[in-house]
């Protein structure tokens, strides 16, 4: 039947609808008592006689078997079923193998919160920003976007205020010109849900389109970007099972604004944050979800960092909301020069991405690494209050602690809230060990984002209480109001910052 519609399709160019009619003799799930619900029609399947015994009573009809083959054919059949039963209620049930797909040969061992070497010398960002920002001879780019890669070419050239877009092109460069493909998927991913990306550049003369990432090197490995349908949960699914099959390339999935992961939840319980537990398969697939409360309501704000959080155990999970270019460079890298591969989750800016103080030195990119937690940038000694914080809100404290308090009070910035990074917060607040005021500060409710994943964890360290600065318990993540918005957040970072 299915190869006759096959059959049909592929001649006709017309779909086939093909309409099985079926039932389970003994209820939905073989257990069940169907008579409950459906008694006239389990009524009449109980009188009909079995598939297997019509078929038999045909072939014996036209002298094609035996009459005594059917049970021959049935006893057999048990008696197999009974041995291979037998056989598996003796044995030990253990765990599939480590090999999976020969892909994975190299690929092996437990997360670590070691610093990886995610350094690019300067000589070659430099030399991949040329490549990234030119276009070929005859090739007509828009104006205003011309302006914009010229712009970025200058920061790299000058060695300062590299923005979000730049890091993220230049991280992307040098991983392909080391061989390691690039695969992202996400709505207006080619240019960027806020306009930061601008990895595809469009003809404006005849649409033809140039990817810089493409052109970067000799022998480099291929950046491909899909602008894919609202389809969330179908498009993460693809997603996973790609970075189930290719762990050496670096496979994105990008939300146009965080909240729609809602729409792939199944996805993120049943694979992403359960996977390993489950089948003893490691994946390294990237969420990026913008996030942060920008005033554009209950949809557009929170990426829902909570719900990551409470699925987190086992370092199944590396959830991380890193505030500078940078840092989201080192990020990036982090995830594919590692020997393992975890599912990564990026809350990422919006705001941020044209922030004037979110921007970082080429020499932060020729240098260092990713730091799971980054102390106050002043070095305040023996301040009255510490205040940590995650994400876009640091910036905000930063700016108003500019104009008073600025001595008295230290903000710490937690980069990676799972794997927790003990040792390393545990290093950097021995340096506040006489302070006895100690804040969490968040823009999300105060049943949402990190609260209450962090403040236990925190007073287990500093041995005192955590007070919470956030919005009041909600409902929602976010008020549809700007003016209730700008008020909610003028207050978070009042009752942070007063002593």
């Known amino acids: 039947m299915v190869q006759l519609a096959a059959a049909y399709r592929k001649n006709f160019h017309k779909d086939v609808v093909i ?17 409950f619900t459906q008694p ?35 006893t057999a059949a048990k008696q197999d079923m009974e041995t291979a039963f037998a056989d598996v209620r003796s ?12 892909e994975w040969d190299d690929i092996s061992g437990s997360y670590s919160h070691e610093k990886a070497d995610t350094a690019v010398e300067k000589s070659k960002l430099t030399a991949f920003s040329q490549k990234l920002y030119e276009v070929p001879e005859g090739f007509s780019i828009y104006d205003k976007l011309a302006r914009v890669l010229e712009k970025r070419l200058d920061t790299v050239s000058n060695g300062k205020d590299i923005d979000w877009g730049t890091a993220e092109a230049l991280a992307f460069a040098s991983l392909l010109s080391r ?32 990817v810089p990432l493409n052109h970067i090197a000799r022998d480099q490995a291929e950046y491909r970007v899909y602008d894919s349908f609202l389809s969330e949960a179908g498009v993460l699914g693809f997603e996973y099972g790609y970075a189930v099959a290719r762990p050496g390339v670096l496979t994105l999935w990008e939300a146009q604004f965080g909240d729609f992961v809602n729409n792939a939840q199944a996805v993120i319980d049943l694979y992403i944050a359960a996977g390993e537990a489950k089948w003893q398969r490691q994946n390294g697939l990237v969420l990026l979800l913008p996030h942060g409360y920008e005033g554009l309501g209950p949809e557009h704000s929170s990426a829902r960092p909570e719900r990551f959080l409470q699925l987190c155990a086992n370092d199944n ?31 990422t800016p919006k705001s941020l991405l044209r922030h004037p103080m979110a921007v970082s030195e080429l020499e932060e990119l020729a240098s260092g690494s990713f730091s799971e937690i980054l102390d106050d940038p002043e070095k305040i000694e023996n301040p009255d209050r510490v205040v940590l914080c995650s994400g876009k809100i640091f910036y905000d404290l930063l700016q108003k602690r500019s104009e008073s308090e600025k001595d008295r009070i230290a903000v710490i910035r937690m980069e990676q809230f ?24 968040q823009e999300e409710p105060a049943n949402m984002g990190g609260a209450d994943f962090v403040r236990p964890r925190l007073e287990k360290l500093v041995g005192d209480v955590v007070h919470c600065v956030a919005r009041p318990a909600q409902a929602s993540p976010a008020t549809g109001f700007s003016g209730i918005h700008k008020q909610e957040q003028a207050a978070i970072i009042k009752k942070a910052l007063t002593l």
Not at 53 to 74: C, F, G, T
Not at 423 to 433: G, P
């Open 40 to 74: 006239q029609m389990y009524e009449r399947i109980r009188s009909r006689t079995p598939l297997d015994r019509v078929y038999a009573d045909q072939l014996i009809n036209e002298k094609i078997i035996s009459s005594q083959k059917p049970k021959e054919i049935s």
């Open 418 to 441: 799972y794997p927790f990074p003990e040792q390393l917060l545990e290093k950097v607040i021995s340096r506040y060990k006489d302070t006895r005021q100690w804040y969490w500060v």
């Open 19 to 35: 309409d099985v009619v079926c039932y389970r003799r003994f209820g939905h799930n073989e257990g069940d008592e169907p008579y």
């Open 91 to 102: 044995s030990t049930c253990t765990f599939p193998g480590p090999r999976f797909y020969p």
């Open 179 to 210: 061989g390691i493909p690039i695969r992202l998927s996400g709505q207006d991913s080619g240019r960027g849900t806020f306009s930061q990306r601008h990895s595809v550049i469009r003809d404006i003369t005849n649409g033809d389109l140039w």
């Open 317 to 347: 999970l590396q959830v991380c909301n890193p505030t500078t270019p940078a840092q989201y460079f080192h990020l990036l890298r982090r995830q594919m020069v590692r020997s393992f591969r975890k599912p990564l989750v990026i809350l």
